[in-house]
């Protein structure tokens, strides 16, 4: 190839390779260019991916509704931080939308344009699983924002729970599957109602203590401090208003208030949020919050618990400012109640309350960035948002959404089909029997009684709230009790409770036995009248469909209504028919219908039955009839009668004189043998007898039952036990009321020791368990324990009298009646940690404080030494009212003076002997119930002795004397034992007074005995005269014995001024409930009985 060749080729070699290059060139260019568009992509993905996650995760199921009565504009922050939290979760309005901050709440709904919209809360779907109330502080006039809320307020436009609030809690907290109730601060404070908040103490297990409180950033900017604080501060101290920097505001319903500044009272940690090892258990969280919004200060009830704390940082002076308001430094911030499947919790603060929503919900993870970069600190309004509030919420609704998608199995139980008749239980032999295992077994039954009067509340308000009697029934399980016993057809949310329990606990079944009670006063003290017969026999018809499921009845005064639609008659052992009959009833119905006998179905009566034997053998064959026709069931029936009508001849049922005339426990008869079978029954008959250690009298005095022992010695009781199942052959019988009363009263002394009333906890158990074995040694068939808990509405004859006016005793316990005191859990007085009188003075007597509450006085006394009682020992007078009327003079031999006149002396000289003793005209033990007119000097105080026993005398003319209750002796002990009235420690003495020991007829309004009119026995209800006191005024001396003088005084010797403590009325009382020392060793011995069997 010539070079002219060869030159050309190269150049055409190089154009190929420059187009090649050039080809190569954009190939990369376009390689890159889509690199870069992925990486570009990736980076937009990657910025976008927490939109993106939180956009393609699924929705949250948990249904919320957020009722809201606080929107006076429309930054609706009262519910803004829960909003934020429903919608950063994803979780959706029942209709499946998202939420929006101004339209899905329930509560006032204002608009520029129109009238302002009120969504009531009874418009919750039964779907809706969480339930959070918010704000229930409402909207008032002329006060456009909201601090600190003014108590009392009274111009309020909308706001507060009312009765319609509680019924949908109720019903909400009611239904048969899991959910949630949340309520912030303000749920109990203004504007709502007392009676309204008593009911929300109930359904949140806890109670407000009044108390309120807010943290202030600078102490000196009227913006931070309302107005009327300021106001109560000057008037309560005398002092301006000259505080300054941050610090923490409290106030109560009682005009007081205290400022803590982080100057002196506080360190710097302020308020701080706690969480319990409770709230790590059941939320997984833990550690400690600066909490910086308002609060409240409340106390839990039995059944809640604690999931964290609110601790005030406060130095020693801050401490002492707190200790002089009653108030701690520690209490509850968050606390939880469970009942079955349902769960409440009350935040004691504005928890979700924010000024300024943040906008970017929609960030996954969003929450963890912010409390990485968020401080939190009590200066730092969003810090609580991010730290506390949110991860608080997640995990609730975590586990409401688990608790949503439980599996609840159904229940199971076996029914034995006797040729068509269904059937759980029978009697057979002196035995009920249950059929489980696919054979019958026999029960020996260890029952309890539920009374349902709360305080405040009389028998016929029944509770329509499903978690308090679902409470009842788990401790009642908790017992190691196989069986309740129902006095009468209770509320729909008793038998929802009842057949949740079972469900939910068949290793520790209850069995029901549900008394149909027929009216008391018949017309004519006529059972078998027409009327009154036709009405005894429509409910018997009701509460056999309220048994079954299938009643829907009317409202009705004084009975149970409502629609029943639990069926609760698998777990039924037995329908009880009457009660306990009135002699004088019986008498004139057997009278009135001489010659009446019945013949049925299922029973009849021999030739030698009573009129009133007939009328209970029809009422039971009536229901027996009406249950098989209709549903094809039969259950176990049974008469309900007492000692007062039993069989048996007693013979030291006589007078004084020993005659037998017209003796009120001896004198009718009701016999269970002059009832037969028909031939219908199959499920048998049984007795029900309410039998008592101490009561009628012929317990405590008829001769044969002295000759009855068992292990521990003579026991009266087995000996009326032994001979009433002699005369009681033909069929099963079950003590159906049996127990022992606590308390500081007695009604009736027993020879064995177990008195109606007065006695220890554990004396309590101990003989309850020995009437049980008495039971099984003498063939019955178990015994049904009087009663679950304490009843305020109940009384005694020794009490009732004195209790005026008496409509009104259901708001205070009287400490004395047994009648209240027969409970396994009692529902006692909270002694005040607030001082409402306090002295000082300057030698041995150093202070006295003096407090009252449902129950008792309270007086404590602070000594400057350990001061021998026995040789100087203390005198406290006490002028219950009017301070120119009463003894002055403590001691005859002593020249000492009270400052008032005195209707008591306490004498405190020893641990057996000290006492309370009164002036002879105000001693109501001798029928005396007014004080002096004027001012005596006569040092004349006496013993109070009541009678309670009254005078009998055999039957071969052998006296029975009267007994008579030592009313004055005051109890040595600590005050957490019950029946204590007085503790020494060391320095420090603490005494309480029942309220009736010293004639105070009702502690709730102040009124006081006050009748000079002569009696001779106790009169009857309501009709003595009584008085407003005037304050309680406390006096006290310190005698040295040996050298007849008074040590020490205080108020000082010629004083003229009285130490008084003013009263505190209510209209709803203050109580907690708490089991008593009974109850850990009765469950000793039924779950050790249990074994055995």
Request: proline share 5%; aromatic share 12%.
């Amino acid at each position: 190839m010539d070079p002219v060749q060869r030159a050309m080729k190269a150049a055409k070699t190089r154009k190929k390779r420059k187009r090649n290059v050039l080809w190569l060139s954009n190939e990369e260019k376009k390689r890159t260019k889509v690199i870069t568009i992925i990486i570009l992509i990736l980076c937009l993905l990657l910025l976008l991916s927490p939109w993106l996650i939180w956009y393609f995760s699924n929705p949250n199921d948990v249904h919320t509704v957020i009722y809201n009565k606080t929107v006076p504009d429309d930054s609706f922050r009262q519910h803004a931080a829960l909003m934020w939290f429903l919608k950063h979760t994803k979780v959706q309005t029942e209709q499946g939308t998202n939420y929006k901050l101004e339209r899905d709440y329930l509560g006032l709904h204002r608009n520029k344009s129109s009238e302002d919209n009120i969504l009531p809360l009874h418009t919750v779907s039964e779907q809706i699983d969480v339930l959070y109330i918010a704000d229930t502080y409402g909207i008032y006039a002329g006060e456009p924002g909201r601090s600190l809320p003014t108590p009392g307020t009274s111009n309020v436009l909308y706001g507060g729970l009312d009765d319609k609030d509680v019924k949908a809690i109720r019903e909400f907290l009611a239904q048969k599957r899991p959910n949630t109730l949340i309520a912030e601060y303000n749920t109990f404070g203004t504007p709502t109602r007392d009676h309204i908040r008593s009911e929300m103490y109930e359904i949140m297990r806890l109670r407000w203590t009044g108390w309120i409180g807010q943290y202030v950033a600078d102490l000196a900017l009227d913006a931070n401090v309302p107005g009327w604080f300021r106001q109560r501060y000057e008037i309560s101290s005398g002092k301006p208003w000259d505080y300054s920097g941050e610090g923490i505001i409290l106030a109560d319903e009682q005009d007081h208030v205290v400022v803590l500044t982080m100057a002196e009272d506080l360190d710097g940690k302020g308020n701080s949020l706690v969480y319990t090892s409770e709230a790590n258990q059941l939320l997984y969280l833990e550690g400690s919050h600066p909490y910086n919004k308002i609060f409240d200060i409340v106390e839990p009830l039995d059944g809640s618990t604690i999931l964290a704390n609110y601790e005030l940082d406060v130095t020693s002076s801050g401490q002492k400012k707190l200790i002089a308001e009653g108030l701690p430094s520690t209490f509850p911030a968050i606390i939880a109640s469970d009942t079955a499947y349902h769960r409440s919790y009350y935040f004691a603060g504005n928890f979700a309350d924010i000024h300024r929503m943040p906008n970017f919900h929609f960030i996954a993870s969003i929450d963890v960035l912010m409390r990485k970069f968020t401080t939190n600190s009590m200066q730092n309004e969003t810090g609580f948002f991010w730290h506390t509030y949110i991860p608080l919420m997640s995990a609730i609704y975590q586990e409401a959404e688990t608790r949503k998608h439980m599996t609840i199995l159904p229940p199971s139980f076996e029914i034995y089909n006797d040729s068509d008749t269904l059937m759980v239980a029978r009697t057979y032999d002196h035995m009920l029997q249950v059929y489980e295992n696919n054979q019958w077994n026999d029960l020996f039954i260890h029952g309890v009684n539920i009374g349902i009067a709360m305080p405040g509340k009389w028998f016929t308000d029944f509770p329509n709230d499903m978690p308090t009697y679902y409470r009842w029934l788990q401790r009642i399980g908790e017992l190691g009790a196989n069986t309740v016993r129902i006095y009468t057809l209770l509320d729909p949310q008793f038998y929802n409770a009842f057949a949740l329990y079972n469900e939910m606990n068949p290793e520790k079944k209850l069995w029901l036995m549900q008394e149909i009670w027929p009216e008391e006063h018949p017309p004519g003290n006529d059972y078998l009248d027409d009327l009154y017969q036709s009405a005894y026999e429509q409910e018997i018809r009701w509460v056999i469909d309220a048994i079954h499921g299938n009643a829907r009845i009317a409202e009705r005064r004084g009975r149970a209504y409502g629609d029943y639609t639990s069926d609760v008659s698998p777990y039924v052992i037995g329908y009880l028919v009457g009660r306990e009959l009135e002699p004088v009833e019986v008498e004139q119905t057997d009278i009135l219908n001489a010659g009446y006998t019945f013949e049925g179905r299922y029973l009849s009566v021999t030739p030698e039955a009573s009129p009133t034997e007939a009328w209970l053998a029809q009422s039971a064959d009536a229901a027996l009839a009406y249950e098989e026709q209709t549903y094809g069931w039969q259950h176990p029936v049974s008469i309900v009668s007492w000692p007062t009508l039993d069989v048996i001849d007693h013979e030291s049922e006589r007078d004084e004189t020993g005659k037998k005339e017209r003796e009120f426990n001896d004198r009718a008869v009701v016999d269970i043998n002059h009832i037969m079978y028909g031939p219908a029954m199959k499920g048998g008959l049984f007795g029900s007898y309410h039998i008592y250690p101490n009561y009628p009298d012929f317990m405590n005095n008829d001769p044969l039952y002295n000759q009855y022992y068992d292990e521990k010695g003579r026991f009266r009781y087995g000996g009326y036990l032994q001979e009433f199942m002699q005369h009681h052959s033909t069929y099963p019988a079950v003590v159906a009321e049996f127990g022992i009363a606590t308390g500081l009263g007695n009604a009736h002394i027993s020879p064995d020791g177990y008195h109606h009333g007065s006695l220890s906890e554990f004396e309590q158990a101990e003989g309850i368990i020995r009437m049980f074995e008495a039971m099984r040694r003498e063939g019955y068939a178990g015994g049904i324990i009087f009663e679950w808990m304490d009843e305020w509405a109940k009384k005694t004859w020794v009490t009732e009298p004195y209790m005026i006016p008496y409509d009104r005793h259901i708001l205070w316990h009287n400490a004395i009646d047994p009648e209240q005191n027969y409970g396994l859990m009692a529902l006692e007085s909270v002694k005040p940690a607030k001082v409402q009188a306090s002295l000082s003075g300057n030698g041995l007597i150093k202070h006295i404080d003096v407090r009252s509450d449902v129950s008792y006085l309270w007086i404590d006394i602070e000594l400057s030494n350990q001061n021998d009682l026995t040789s100087r020992p203390l005198f406290i007078g006490v002028d219950t009212y009017d301070r120119a009327r009463g003894e002055v003079k403590y001691l005859s031999n002593i020249d000492a003076l009270a400052p008032s006149g005195m209707e008591y002396l306490i004498v405190l000289d020893g641990e057996e002997s000290s006492r309370l003793l009164v002036i002879p005209p105000y001693d109501y033990t001798k029928y005396h119930f007014a004080s002096y007119q004027t001012l005596e000097h006569s040092a004349r105080f006496q013993t109070m002795e009541k009678l309670v026993n009254k005078a009998r005398a055999l039957a071969d003319g052998n006296p029975i004397p009267a007994k008579f209750e030592d009313s004055s002796h005051l109890r040595f002990g600590p005050m957490d034992m019950p029946g204590s009235h007085w503790w020494k420690n060391d320095n420090h003495i603490t005494i309480r007074i029942p309220w009736t020991r010293m004639n105070v007829s009702d502690p709730s309004q102040a009124t006081v005995l006050d009748d000079q009119r002569t009696f001779f026995s106790d009169p009857e209800r309501d009709v003595l005269s009584t008085t407003i006191s005037d304050g309680i005024a406390i006096s006290t001396i310190i005698v040295d014995m040996k050298k007849q003088r008074v040590v020490d005084s205080l108020p000082v010797q010629g004083s003229s001024d009285p130490f008084v403590m003013e009263w505190i009325f209510w209209n709803q009382p203050t109580y907690h409930q708490r089991l008593k020392q009974s109850f850990p060793i009765l469950q000793q011995y039924f779950y050790g009985v249990a074994e055995e069997d």
